[in-house]
């Protein structure tokens, strides 16, 4: 994601500088600061050593030997460990989103709630009072730990595809040549999506309109077969039908789209291109780059468990787990 808003520190005030207060300004300023450092407390006094040293190491995080041992305890209690391979120290952490973090693990639980409630990261970083940035770099974090999370998704029984498009600029506001983009022409990427009534499965197919290859390309692996495919008789779905053996259930677009929602086969797929493109919108702006990620992320607020907290224990626990990393330096140079 790129951005012009500038990065300011959210425990900032006016009257940081001022040596002579007024009462209003004091109390106000009192009152701001002790919900930021309720919102942001220091490491030792999170009880986050508790939840880290409950995972146990078998393997170095650094080279993946089995010859390792432990090596005493960080200043904030953290278990370190040694390899005896490699010669390097370290902690479960070590290579993974939260490496060197100096931000509470704790605080990524509302950050994680207000993504799943749609909510924008400018919007985010002032209701955790972070900076803005911080927001923009634990989503590209998130992005990591999430890169894989529809690989095993697989639709089955009654299964409904679509198509909905974005434009490959930032905003469809933006006028190219004069015309504003339109349509499912080469100024649009097309996202594949599909669910059926238990999962949602969506990723991005490319420019312009779907081809059978990128349709198959895209719903080949995440379709079962024999299950009903149920769609609106695109051209692209064809090889789906007859190389996956799936029931064909079509009907014409142009009769349906007349429908009430109750009365609407297509009802399911519609409603969830509709909430693709409202959680889109919600980070109106981001790099099309990032595109698959935000795919991503909303079909992993879509699918089970349904339990936002849930989703919480989920991502943190795969996070821990996983060896993916991103230094902020690196975020920032390669923008």
Same mark, same amino acid.
């Given at each position: ?93 070590? @290579?993974? !989103?939260?490496?060197?973090? =100096?931000? #509470? ?9 207000? +993504? %799943?409630?749609?909510?924008?990261? @400018?919007? !985010?970083?002032?209701?955790? =009072?972070? #900076? ?9 974090? +998130? %992005? ?192």
């Amino acid at each position: 994601m790129q951005s012009k808003k500038k990065n300011t520190s959210r425990r900032k005030t006016p009257w940081d500088n001022n040596k002579k207060l007024s009462p209003i300004e004091s109390f106000i300023q009192d009152k701001y600061l002790a919900t930021y450092d309720y919102r942001h407390p220091v490491l030792s006094r999170t009880n986050e050593d508790v939840l880290l040293n409950s995972y146990h190491l078998d393997t170095c995080r650094c080279c993946g030997s089995q010859r390792i041992r432990r090596y005493g305890f960080t200043k904030n209690n953290i278990q370190r460990y040694h390899c005896i391979e490699c010669k390097q120290t370290f902690t479960v952490t070590t @290579n993974t !989103i939260f490496a060197d973090h =100096k931000i #509470s693990i704790g605080e990524w639980v509302e950050f994680c709630l207000n +993504l %799943f409630r749609h909510g924008s990261i @400018n919007i !985010i970083s002032k209701t955790n =009072k972070n #900076s803005y940035n911080t927001a923009r770099y634990w989503l590209q974090k +998130l %992005f990591l730990v999430l890169r894989d999370s529809q690989d095993g998704v697989v639709l089955e029984g009654e299964v409904q595809i679509d198509e909905t498009y974005i434009p490959v600029i930032k905003s469809d506001r933006t006028i190219t040549e004069g015309k504003k983009l339109r349509g499912t022409s080469k100024d649009q990427y097309c996202i594949a999506i599909g669910c059926d009534g238990n999962q949602v499965y969506a990723c991005v197919e490319g420019k312009g309109k779907p081809s059978q290859a990128k349709t198959m390309a895209a719903f080949g692996k995440h379709i079962k077969p024999r299950s009903t495919l149920i769609h609106d008789k695109e051209k692209s779905h064809r090889i789906s039908v007859k190389k996956l053996n799936l029931l064909d259930q079509s009907y014409d677009a142009s009769v349906i789209k007349v429908l009430p929602d109750k009365d609407n086969p297509l009802q399911a797929i519609n409603h969830q291109c509709f909430l693709l493109q409202t959680f889109l919108r919600a980070h109106d702006g981001f790099d099309r780059e990032s595109l698959s990620d935000f795919v991503n992320l909303f079909c992993f607020i879509q699918n089970p468990p349904h339990e936002k907290l849930e989703k919480v224990k989920i991502l943190l626990d795969n996070a821990l787990h996983s060896t993916k990393s991103l230094k902020y330096r690196d975020f920032f140079t390669k923008e």
